[in-house]
Each structure stands twice: as C-alpha cells, then as structure tokens.
C-alpha cells in the first residue's frame, strides 16, 4: 500500500502527518494571547495553525499548530516521525520575524543551530524534543518533537480496537475495557466536546464548575493501550468540564506517543493503578488545575521521554486517599523535558495521607520554572500537606536552566488542601547531580520537632557551572525542625 506521509530526505525515511483539513489559523493572533492570560476560560476556536511559525524538512512542509500558554504565547508546535532507520537531517524552522540570535533547549542536547534571516537551520540524527527561541524571547516559542518510529501499528477494524484516523474527529467519551487498544493517527485531532444532553456527575465541584465524565477512561481492568501520533484538544471544555485520561485501578496500561492540548483539568491521572508506562507524550496546558501527569496512589509507573508545558504541576506523585490504601512506590520519572508556568515541576506534591516511597526522577531537564506566587514552589519539591511518611525519594542528574522561586523544597505544612489533622515526615531523600542557575535557593522546612525533614543527602550541586562545597556556600532557606542535611561534592 502506497504510505502516502512517507518522504525520503538524505537517504532517510520520515513520516510527516498532514493537518486536517477543518483546522485552519486563529482569527486573531491578539485573541490567542489574551487566551493564555485566561486561566478558567473556554478557547473557542480549539487547536489552530500557527502564523508564527513554519517548518520543513528536504523541501517538505510540516504543520505547526498553536495554542495559549500561561506566560505569553501562543506557544507553536510541531512533529513528525522517523519511518524507519534514524540518519541525519535538517529541519528548517522559519519565523514571521527577523532573527538575531536563537536558543535551543534543553542546552543538554547541545544542538547546534544556524540562523539565516528568518530562518533557523537545526540538524537531528535521532528521535528527541526540544524548544526554539528566537531573539531571547519566551514569548512566542517553537515545540519540536521528533519521533521514535512505530511498530505494531494497528489497522481500522482490528479487534479490540478503537482506532480514529487522520482528520478531525468530534468526541465526548470514551471508555476502554480488557485488552482494548485506543489508536489516534498521525493527522487525527480530537476535538472534545460536552453534549447538550449531557448529565453532568457533578453540578458543583470545589470550584463551583460542572464535572462531566472524563475523556478517556478504563476502570478495574487491565492490559490497556492508549497510543499513536495524533492529537487531543480539549480546549473548547469548560474550566473543570473534563481530565483527558484517567486510569482507575487499572494493571498494565500503556500511553505512548500522543499529544495533549488545552486541558481543561488534570491531563493524565493514574489512580489506584499498578504496571503503568506513560512514554513520548507531548502535554501542553495553561489552565489553572492543567496538571501534566498526576500518579496518585499507585506503583510500578514508568513516565519517560515526556514533553510537558502545564499551568499547573508538571509529573508529580500524590497518595489522596488514606490508609489502608497503598500511598506510591516503585515510580521512575526520567528523561523528561519540563516548561513550568505556574505551580512545580517534579516531586511528591500536597496530597500525602499515606506513605511514598522509593521514587526516582532522573536525567531531566527544567528549560523554566516561572512561579513566584506562594513557598511551596519550584522544580524538585517534596511537598507535605497531610500525615504521610515520604521516604527513600531520589532526584538524580537534573538540569535547571531557570527556576523563579525554588530549585529544591522539601516543606511539610498545611494549607487548603490538607486532610488529615496530624502532619507528615519527610525522610531520606537524596539530590544527585543537580544542577541550578547561579542565586537560586532551595527551601527545607519541617513542621515541628515530631515532623521534621530529616538526613537528606546532596551530592554534587552545581550553581551556575559551579560546585557548591559546603552548606555555608549553599543557599539555603531551613528552619529549625531540619536534621542530618548533609552536602558533598561528587
């Protein structure tokens, strides 16, 4: 069958997916600012093409679509596939304006960039994410993902398939059930709606909005997949409408390879779930409560080589519900790529009734952490808000290029979201390998001399470039109820 996305450029094979063809540009690019400093509203045109910026490849046009984000914007973004074996190529990503001078981000990947007029040349030679900005500003960026290629894809009419191909598609929900495969195709958008008739299962939540059945579910089953290279908007829901997934007490699930827009709650939220493997996902959200992915209560969870810009946390572990119910363990978080706007970046985060405990996040980079509103802040944050014990916790080789409050927290206290009456502990965490922008400081604050933040370990903290040695040189916010913090150089 003739694959009619497949282009051969320098002898390499890439797949790029057309736009449907109902998707067209913003009617006002100022509207779509104005959007992103809305953080409660409806975007009523939903996903559209970017004015901002374009993008190519051997002469071949890829689309770029645009969304609000929380801090400036819209934010453009793009991808496409490697069909087969990887090479080198170069990709062609050209602004509406001229430019001086162009980043890349994460500066780990050390790509190096040739600019030209309007024009910024990139080469890649294998799957990976990153971030153009041009002229210094974070404004108006370009999202690049380059994919991995895909085996096993499934066919229309497959069993125990739920396949939507290329173009756009109108959905409320749906629901998967044992062994069932959900696939959106490169080229497919989901464009999530609430139907008039719909009954909502709450007519209040604590933000006084409608809740309606999340988008994507599966409850009490197992051996599910949820994957492929389209796109779900979520945009045009009410503030709160719906999450776009949420894994209830599910075993073995795999979501892999899409792209999640406007969200217009929690994106993706595992609950009660266990053998879970979240991979290659794109996540952009700017609405208050846009959480990336959100563990809660569960075990035995991969996330990796994810791409994720939230209005909210980014990748954090919670334990909502109280004991007996297992709190988290077993959880690895690596090989992510977080734009922060407004709450955290990664960790253990506010909801802790019950124990957490052997979680990694490791070999990450943060390109910005942008809140300043409150203390509990930053971009590796262990923060206790109920009676669980967190322990046995490792951030390890994580990259923060900019961090507005925080670059590590580790903070037992209570606020508006807390439940239990007695606080918690925070317990045996180590930070390896980090490194922060020059001035930034990092918080540790226990609650009283029964809940303390205790023998927490950092070897090998970077500011600026350069090795920090002592607890004196660090900068340092504790309180008294912090024990056995101890500092060395790798």
């Given amino acids: 069958m003739n694959d009619q996305n497949l282009y051969e450029v320098n002898s390499v094979n890439i797949r790029i997916y057309p736009a449907p063809p109902e998707i067209g540009y913003a009617m006002s690019e100022e509207r779509l600012t104005e959007q992103g400093n809305d953080a409660f509203g409806a975007d009523p045109d939903g996903v559209v093409l970017s004015r901002d910026w374009s993008l190519r490849v051997g002469g071949y046009d890829i689309p770029v679509y645009s969304a609000p984000v929380t801090s400036g914007g819209p934010l453009s973004f793009a991808s496409f596939d490697y069909a087969d074996e990887m090479g080198e190529i170069t990709l062609v990503a050209r602004s509406t304006q001229p430019i001086d001078s162009v980043t890349l981000r994460p500066l780990s990947l050390v790509l190096q960039p040739e600019v030209m007029e309007q024009e910024v040349r990139i080469k890649v030679s294998e799957p990976t994410s990153f971030i153009v900005e041009a002229n210094g500003d974070l404004e108006r960026p370009l999202f690049i993902t380059v994919h991995a290629p895909e085996s096993d894809v499934p066919a229309d009419g497959d069993a125990n398939v739920i396949y939507y191909g290329p173009g756009l598609h109108e959905v409320s929900t749906l629901e998967l059930t044992k062994d069932q495969t959900l696939y959106i195709a490169g080229g497919a958008v989901l464009r999530i709606r609430v139907p008039e008739d719909e009954v909502p299962i709450d007519e209040s939540d604590w933000a006084k909005q409608k809740v309606y059945r999340d ?3 599966a409850y009490g089953t197992e051996n599910i997949t949820i994957r492929g290279r389209g796109i779900i908007d979520l945009s045009m829901l009410d503030w709160h409408a719906r999450k776009a997934i949420l894994i209830h007490n599910c075993k073995r699930v795999l979501i892999d390879g899409l792209t999640c827009v406007g969200t217009s709650h929690w994106t993706i939220h595992l609950l009660k779930s266990s053998d879970c ?3 290659d996902i794109t996540l952009i959200g700017h609405r208050e409560n846009s959480d990336g992915i959100d563990i809660v209560n569960s075990e035995n969870v991969l996330v990796d080589h994810c791409f994720i810009r939230t209005g909210d946390d980014a990748v954090v572990v919670k334990a909502m519900e109280a004991p007996p119910a297992m709190g988290g363990r077993n959880i690895v978080v690596r090989n992510c790529i977080v734009w ?4 955290r970046c990664f960790g253990i985060t506010g909801e802790t009734r019950t124990g957490i405990s052997n979680v990694v996040f490791e070999n990450c980079d943060i ?12 971009s590796l944050c262990i923060i206790v808000g109920d009676s669980g014990t967190i322990e046995n916790i490792r951030f390890d080789n994580i990259r923060i290029e900019d ?8 903070l037992i206290f209570k606020d508006r979201w807390s439940v239990d009456a007695e606080a918690g502990r925070i317990k045996d965490i180590v930070f390896r390998n980090i490194h922060v922008p020059a001035g930034v400081p990092s918080l540790f604050h226990g609650f009283d001399a029964e809940h303390r933040v205790e023998n927490i370990v950092i070897e090998g903290l970077f500011a ?3 090795p920090i040695e002592d607890i004196e040189q660090a900068n340092f916010n504790m309180n008294e109820y912090v024990n056995h ?3 060395t150089t790798l």
Wanted: glycine share 8%; with cysteine; aromatic share 6%.
């Fill in 403 to 410: 961090e507005r409050r925080y670059a590590m927290a580790c």
């Fill in 367 to 378: 390109v910005h952490s942008l809140a300043v509103w409150t203390e509990e802040l930053g």
């Fill in 485 to 487: 913090i101890r500092l």
């Fill in 215 to 217: 988008t994507i579910v």
């Fill in 277 to 279: 493997v979240i991979r």
């Fill in 340 to 343: 922060n706007d407004k709450v």
């Fill in 464 to 466: 600026g470039g350069q």
